[in-house]
């Protein structure tokens, strides 16, 4: 059940982390790191790793970003 809920909040984040590949809306990514973190919290609960993986990668790809940005752009 918590992979389940886990994978939502993935889906989630990585929904909001398409808009923020947009020039100038690279600042949302602020906002979608705490949302996959939570999805990675509770995905290391559940017994399944699907949903932990899937919130890692949104993680991963979030913080690509901010660095590429400078972190604000």
Known sequence: MLN???IL???VALLLAIP???PFLGIANW???PIAL???VIGMLSSSNTGRNLCLVVLVI???R???GGGII
């Open 38 to 40: 939570v999805g990675v």
């Open 31 to 33: 906002l979608i790191l």
């Open 62 to 64: 979030c913080i690509i």
């Open 9 to 11: 909040i993935g889906l």
């Open 4 to 6: 389940i809920v886990s």
């Open 20 to 22: 923020a590949f947009i």
């Open 66 to 68: 901010l660095s590429l």
